[in-house]
């Protein structure tokens, strides 16, 4: 297993730019994750790293090795496909040796290495039926499995659940993970779904236009995001935002919402007076008739445990609360609203980009 | 619109039962929400209603009339699929106006071109109509294919996890406008899902079924609160109820046949313990933004709490556990009320 390093990576096609001077690291062992929305280049990134697209400019590092300008086949990268690519004419033990036939592996090297992998994937029981009656879990399984016998030095994985319904896709979340934790192997892999990407990697990109927004572990995403992309890209619902206009500077503690004192982390860095956007994730919103800042319910979903509460403010805000299903909220309803204030993030409108608070200081993710 | 009524249906795909004795009947202008594992029968449900199976025993109505002999073209049901399924090759217009153009329609085009442009209105696509249907994102996608759907007002809507090929934000989203949708037209619709935070959102009324039958019908609300066996109550809930051996707790009072004492995370409330009597030790607590999940053994058995982050525990810590609203189940899972 290798650590993978990408240097000032730049893709472009015609006038159109993929990829935008991207540089990370992707440390040994790591479950990796490109996220983001269709058009961001995160699959032209992955497509680079197992050398499927070359970079116009920039490096690419295999365990140190520049790997940048080799093909493919010379890169000892695995990839899987989003649609699972086998030979429906095999069985699953052909499916599973057939990259190592073609690298000429001995015969009891393969068998080994096989049924290794079937063992690792929990598929020994199918090796000798044929891939084209299974089902499509076990299909990906087939496929992740003749990833495996070749024993890379990384897996890449592009889209890897986004073949299967619904109802698998929660399955094979959990699946992916735990075999990631078995082969302790270093994988990358590229969703569009938030939810895939925070319940399963280690680290998550963001990217948008080509560039990497934010890269760090899931919680750190949710809790201190960069940008207004990053803080509603993730999150489901998404971080509610209410714009104002003001000033912030450094050591202040509260944000003055029209004529209403709002309390957020400690500033750490000012704005001149500027349009401004107050972030609440929907957890931190919290209805109270007392409070000053007013809102009326939109409407009420309920949750059981708890209920999505959304809210317009008097200046037209629409907040997103998810409180105790025992708080009474029907559409209509007037409220106040009060924040936990430690959690709050402050944007500048026009860039999108976080203000630097004591928020970004919180060392617990 | 219509009412649909399923009257002890019956469906087997060789040996297997796949539907068995199902009685549901979805009111006019409801949204009744079938809710399942695979394999639970949800889709061959929806299915036995559009005429795409046919039921070996019992009988389908739609507004009123028997079409348990019909084909599905007569039914007057739209339905629509997990995976939308456009033409590629045409616009977003011409995709919507598709179903409307059927030659035994014979509708006049300016008919077809009020119902396209409401329609569009509707799903807030009207600036996409020019646009070829692969130039749209899954959301607007999948929007068009409701839209297709929308644009015909058959009698029903039968859909079958028509969001889960989305992300969760669109799938929020859509989510939202459905419900919205739905009530504007007052439209009956049967939704299949495996999604209990859809179901929860989206139904009048949820069906849970399990292993063919339909085991509970009721308000989400009901649902969740008041569940027929241990199976109802876990399917619903974020985290899943606890269930703990009616043992562990010997204490609290429960009907003699009690096995399972089933309690929601919301229900437990624990504090630290004095005189050193205690009935558990905290094992892990899981931070959740604003909340937090305290993971508490007691006798072996693992109970999880909602708890608010200054509760001031740690790992290790004796506790006493009191359980608000307990529900009973027997050995064989079934409720016992008190």
Redesign the interface.
């Known amino acids: 297993m290798a650590e993978i390093r990408v240097e000032n990576l730049h893709r472009s096609f015609g006038d159109v730019a993929a990829v935008r001077n991207s540089t990370f690291t992707i440390p040994d062992g790591d479950f990796f994750c490109l996220l983001g929305p269709?058009g961001c280049g995160k699959t032209t990134t992955l497509r680079m790293i197992a050398g499927l697209e070359l970079p116009t400019s920039g490096r690419i590092l295999l365990g140190g090795d520049d790997v940048t300008f080799k093909p493919a086949s010379q890169r000892d990268i695995a990839f899987v496909f989003q649609l699972f690519a086998l030979y429906p004419h095999m069985t699953v033990r052909r499916n599973l040796a057939y990259p190592l036939r073609c690298q000429g592996t001995p015969r009891a090297e393969t068998r080994r290495r096989v049924e290794e992998a079937a063992r690792i994937l929990r598929i020994s029981h199918l090796l000798d039926r044929s891939v084209s009656g299974l089902p499509g879990g076990d299909r990906q399984r087939v496929a992740l499995g003749r990833a495996i016998v070749r024993e890379p030095r990384a897996f890449l994985l592009d889209e890897p659940l986004g073949a299967l319904?619904?109802?698998?896709r929660e399955v094979m979340c959990d699946e992916l993970r735990a075999l990631h934790d078995r082969l302790n192997a270093t994988m990358v892999f590229v969703t569009?779904?938030?939810?895939e990407a925070m319940s399963m990697a280690d680290t998550i990109a963001l990217m948008k236009d080509g560039r990497i927004e934010q890269i760090g572990p899931p919680q750190q995403l949710?809790?201190r995001p960069n940008s207004m992309f990053v803080a509603d890209?993730i999150g489901?619902?998404?971080m509610s935002f209410v714009p104002f206009h003001g000033r912030v500077a450094p050591g202040d503690r509260s944000v003055r919402i029209g004529e209403i004192a709002v309390a957020v982390p400690e500033a750490r860095e000012g704005s001149a007076e500027a349009d401004l956007v107050l972030g609440a994730?929907p957890?931190?919103v919290q209805l109270s008739s007392s409070a000053p800042l007013r809102a009326q319910v939109l409407?009420a979903?309920?949750?059981?445990?708890t209920q999505?509460v959304t809210l317009v403010t008097a200046h037209g805000a629409t907040l997103r609360a998810?409180v105790?299903s025992d708080v009474a909220a029907r559409p209509g309803d007037q409220t106040g609203l009060s924040f936990?204030p430690e959690?709050l993030s402050v944007f500048d409108r026009a860039s999108g980009r976080a203000l630097r608070s004591a928020l970004h200081e919180d060392a617990?993710g | 619109m219509a009412e649909i009524v399923l009257d002890a249906v019956s469906k087997q795909f060789g040996r297997t039962p796949a539907v068995r004795d199902l009685d549901l009947r979805v009111a006019d202008g409801e949204l009744v929400v079938l809710l399942g594992p695979t394999g639970a029968g949800k889709t061959t449900t929806l299915r036995l209603v559009a005429g795409l199976e046919q039921p070996d025993a019992g009988r389908v109505r739609i507004a009123d009339r028997d079409v348990t002999a019909e084909a599905p073209a007569v039914r007057d049901v739209a339905f629509v699929f997990q995976q939308y399924s456009l033409y590629p090759h045409l616009s977003v217009y011409d995709n919507l106006a598709f179903p409307l153009r059927a030659p035994a329609r014979r509708m006049p085009e300016p008919d077809i071109d009020a119902r396209v442009q409401d329609i569009a209105r509707l799903l807030h696509i009207e600036d996409k109509l020019t646009k070829r249907a692969t130039q749209l994102s899954g959301g607007q996608m999948q929007r068009v294919a409701i839209g297709r759907a929308l644009v015909r007002r058959p009698a029903i809507y039968l859909m079958d996890e028509p969001l889960s090929s989305l992300d969760a934000k669109l799938r929020a989203e859509l989510r939202i406008e459905l419900k919205r949708i739905q009530r504007e037209l007052g439209a009956t619709i049967l939704y299949v899902t495996h999604d209990q935070t859809e179901a929860m959102t989206l139904a009048s009324r949820i069906g849970v079924l399990d292993e063919g039958r339909l085991v509970q019908l009721g308000s989400p609300r009901e649902i969740y609160q008041d569940p027929v066996n241990v199976h109802v109550a876990a399917r619903l809930g974020t985290p899943t109820v606890n269930l703990v051996p009616r043992g562990v707790f010997a204490d609290v009072p429960a009907p003699p046949q009690t096995a399972t004492i089933g309690v929601r995370t919301e229900h437990v409330r624990i504090k630290k313990s004095a005189n050193g009597k205690s009935t558990g030790r905290v094992r892990w607590i899981e931070h959740l933004g604003d909340q937090c999940h305290l993971h508490v053994t007691v006798a072996g058995t693992d109970v999880v709490t909602l708890g608010d982050p200054d509760i001031g525990l740690a790992v290790g810590d004796a506790v006493d556990i009191e359980m608000l609203a307990p529900l009973f189940f027997d050995a064989r899972g079934e409720r016992v009320r008190a």
């Open positions: 269709s319904d619904a109802e698998l569009h779904d938030q939810i949710y809790d890209f489901s619902p998404p994730r957890e931190h409407d979903e309920y949750l059981g445990t999505i998810r105790a936990r959690k617990h």
